[in-house]
């Protein structure tokens, strides 16, 4: 066996340890696409400027990358901490049964501002509980599997994972939704502990703009919110309660008037598709002495002969992979309109 295919096998059999998730936007289906676009190159390091689920990052970070993963929400910022800065520290699971104890100074702010929105009353007290036992923890890693294992107990007990209504109108059954909290959390604990490995690297992760992140890396790999007339991009107003429950509801602005609760969405170029075309324009000048590796939708503007056009004010060859894709997220699967081609551009 060639060290090339061990070397695959390996990264493989990490990556089958990955946290399953239903983000949306998440790569998970298109990892070996990435791979394949960048493993030509010679690169020793990597920023994942919208690291979003972090299943990228982690495909990176399996095959021996130094990993920056990068995003402008918490909650995608407490994944890549977890998972991708976090070389060897897990969270024992007699440590994370003590997180669902009452230790005392509970905070109540769930238990008060989203009563009957989205949970009970008794699984929106297992929410302040543990996210009040998160705060009195001493170990920044520890911290964030345990907050990452929150959130994907929230997002896996509402159905569709999403917070846009309230209620449980969406109920099926399913048995994501039958188990309970504790059993959740504990499960999820359990899950991000096997991922977590060494890769022997400095990895990082960072919570910022990534129009201002100073940060530099042989290859980047760019995976903005696609602009789209026909749907909107605002992960917020889809996430904003696992995303308050990262940052603690700190510096957001909470609609009171709204069914939901929701906070006012962060203010992103990508929502226009003159916006979105700065946007790019400014994120490849910023990295032209990088590898780009950018992932985009053929129905997201700007268009792919504007993206190429994009790319070459900057790079000198860019190459195109078309990928036909199905998006499933939110809408019925059985219908074409969701058959599109995911591009992945790639310029050096």
């Known amino acids: 066996m060639s060290q090339l295919t061990s070397n695959k096998l390996i990264a493989e059999e990490q990556m089958s340890k990955f946290p399953a998730t239903r983000y949306m936007g998440s790569k998970s289906k298109l990892i070996d696409y990435i791979w394949d676009a960048s493993k030509e190159f010679e690169f020793d390091s990597v920023l994942d400027l ?24 918490t909650m995608g910022a407490v994944m890549t901490k977890a998972l991708i800065e976090n070389n060897t520290v897990i969270l024992p699971l007699e440590e994370a049964m003590e997180l669902i104890k009452d230790q005392g100074d509970i905070d109540d702010f769930v238990q008060v501002k989203f009563k009957g929105i989205y949970f009970s009353d008794e699984d929106n007290l297992f929410i302040d509980t543990v996210r009040s036992n998160i705060k009195k923890m001493d170990n920044q890693y520890k911290q964030a599997i345990a907050m990452e294992a929150l959130i994907r107990t929230c997002t896996k007990k509402r159905p569709r994972g999403i917070f846009t209504y309230v209620g ?30 060494s890769n022997k690297r400095r990895n990082k992760s960072c919570n910022e703009d990534s129009m ?37 509801w700190q510096g957001v602005e909470i609609q009171e008037d709204t069914k939901t609760k929701k906070f006012k969405s962060y203010p992103t170029p990508f929502s226009t598709k003159l916006g979105a075309a700065d946007a790019f324009d400014i994120i490849f000048k910023k990295h ?33 992979v078309p990928i036909d894709y199905k998006y499933t997220f939110g809408t019925r699967a059985n219908t074409t309109r969701n058959d599109v081609k995911e591009y992945i551009f790639v310029g050096w």
Do not use: C, W
Not at 50 to 73: A, E, L, P, T, W
Not at 184 to 192: C, T
Not at 217 to 238: F, G, H, M, Q
């Open 50 to 73: 919208f690291s979003g689920s972090g299943v990228v990052s982690y495909m990176y970070k399996s095959h021996g990358k130094r990993v920056i993963g990068n995003d402008y929400m």
């Open 212 to 248: 201002k992140l100073k940060v530099r890396a042989d290859l980047v790999y760019i995976d903005p919110p696609y602009y789209t007339p026909k749907s909107d991009n605002e992960y917020v107003r889809r996430y904003h309660f696992v995303e308050g429950l990262a940052r603690d």
């Open 288 to 320: 032209s002495k990088s590898i780009l590796i950018v992932s985009y939708s053929s129905n997201s503007l700007p268009t792919m002969e504007e993206m190429i056009s994009l790319l070459k004010k900057y790079k000198n060859h860019v190459d195109v």
């Open 168 to 197: 449980e109108r969406y109920n099926d059954g399913r048995k994501d939704l039958v188990k309970s909290f504790e059993e959740q959390f504990l499960d999820a604990v359990e899950v991000i502990n096997g991922a977590v490995f």
